[in-house]
């Protein structure tokens, strides 16, 4: 079986990889095709790859080639992974953003807009390639900002696209962790958008769990969510949310933590990567002991400015080591295998929350076959989740109609719109500031 990575030149290609190593059973992937503008990110990946392959006997084929079309030709499967602009275009995304006072985060607010302008004419052709070039395969979105972008690929695959995250998947670990579950063991109730969604129950044994969490201050602040939100505001709320709704609810303190920080996340990992790219482009470095390195480092760090704000601590150690990687392959063999299993996927909606059209792309529970996954039936969202689904999900439509129709003044809604973007007049100004630095943004008028 063939597995084509877009965007092979991935510094988490690696997480990828290493998780089809362990699988050796029929039917398995044995031939991975890394895709990549870049050769020398390329040449990279494919070194750090080859030093984890060793002493795997059956370990994947890896190729590589700057070629889309040859990388899609015959693929069974599709992983898409592209970062359009690459981290100094995420760096730029935070350092706009931040100086009109607003979120410039990778997904979320003024930076995911961004980001999705940008990326959208990409992925819808690489998802028209897909059609044309391998009909067959099942393409699974990583792409930021995964929602969005597997909404616009759907319009061109249909269920074929998949998008996945690890957001919910380390959430719903945490939570059954701290009630002494096996998460494998445990039904996860989540529902929502991409990087906004809510845990509002956890099910061991037919059992709802989580309201003896929600009434207990300590197991509450034994896990990152309940230091990150604070154990009243969780009980107010009757649900655990995911980690990125800490821009929406604390919003000021995060932008502040954010404009006081040394520099961004995106300028932390481009600086970060560069470092590693270079390292590795010496033979005499071992490529996977460094990246090895440099990945505990990325993890360690991440949304360090969101636990300071929240004096949440550190992370826990059982919270660095991914998990993204363990959902694609689980998607992959239980398609390939017809392998039925349950997992929170990004999916169109087809009628599970009634606020939304059924093409809307949401993230819930679905139940994963030979003939890809199905969203499970959920119970409605209250009100005020809701309405911010409705509005994010108002502003992710607005972005794929300027990605369409090539609309300035559509993507100045998009900014508008959001509930992270406080003003019009600085919605235009970003617009104007974002079409200076980034080139992909040159079909916007």
């Known amino acids: 079986m063939k597995l084509t990575i877009l965007g092979g030149g991935g510094f988490r290609v690696p997480l990828v990889y290493g998780a089809l190593l362990g699988d050796h059973a029929d039917g398995r992937v044995t031939r991975v095709v890394l895709h990549d503008v870049d050769a020398g990110r390329l040449r990279a990946i494919a070194r750090v790859l080859a030093e984890r392959a060793a002493g795997v006997p059956d370990a994947p084929e890896v190729t590589a080639t700057t070629d889309l079309d040859e990388a899609l030709r015959g693929a069974d499967f599709v992983f898409s992974a592209i970062r359009v602009g690459g981290l100094e275009g995420r760096a730029d995304d935070e350092r706009i953003a931040l100086a009109e006072g607003v979120l410039g985060q990778e997904t979320v607010g003024a930076g995911g807009i961004a980001f999705g302008l940008r990326t959208v004419p990409v992925a819808v052709d690489i998802a028209r390639r897909v059609a044309r070039l391998a009909p067959d395969a099942w393409v699974i979105n990583f792409t930021n900002p995964a929602g969005l972008v597997t909404e616009a690929m759907s319009r061109h695959l249909g269920d074929r696209v998949i998008g996945i ?3 919910p998947v380390g959430l719903g670990r945490r939570v059954a962790r701290v009630l002494g579950a096996r998460p494998a063991e445990a039904w996860v109730d989540y529902v929502g958008l991409n990087h906004l969604g809510w845990v509002r129950g956890l099910r061991i044994a037919g059992r709802d769990e989580l309201p003896r969490l929600l009434a207990d201050p300590v ?14 505001w969780l009980r107010s709320l009757g649900a ?11 919003n000021r303190e995060a932008v502040h933590a954010y404009r006081e920080a040394g520099r961004t996340r995106g300028a932390f990992l481009r600086d970060q990567q560069a470092g ?12 996977l002991e460094l990246w090895d390195r440099t990945r505990a480092e990325r993890e360690a760090t991440y949304m360090a400015e969101n636990r300071e704000a929240a004096g949440a601590g550190e992370r826990e150690a059982e919270d660095l080591s991914g998990g993204y990687e363990n959902v694609a392959l689980a998607l992959m063999r239980a398609i390939a295998r017809d392998e039925r299993a349950t997992l929170i996927l ?7 929350l009634a606020a939304l059209d059924g093409d809307a792309v949401i993230e819930v529970p679905c139940l994963v076959d030979a003939h890809g996954a199905h969203p499970v039936a959920v119970d409605p969202l209250p009100g005020h989740a809701t309405g911010l689904v409705c509005a994010v999900k108002a502003v992710e439509r607005e972005v794929l109609d300027a990605a369409r129709s090539g609309s300035r003044a559509a993507a100045v809604k998009a900014f508008a719109l959001h509930p992270l973007v406080d003003s019009v007049n600085v919605a235009r100004r970003l617009v104007d500031g974002y079409a200076a630095v980034h080139p992909g943004l040159a079909y916007l008028r």
């Open 240 to 250: 655990i949310p995911n980690e990125y709704l800490h821009y929406y609810y604390f």
């Open 346 to 352: 990004n999916v169109r909606n087809r009628g599970t």
């Open 219 to 232: 197991l509450l602040g034994s896990f990152e969510e309940g230091r990150l939100f604070g154990a009243d």
């Open 276 to 287: 590693f790219y270079a390292g590795v482009a010496d033979p005499a470095v071992p490529a």
């Open 165 to 167: 995250c690890d957001s």
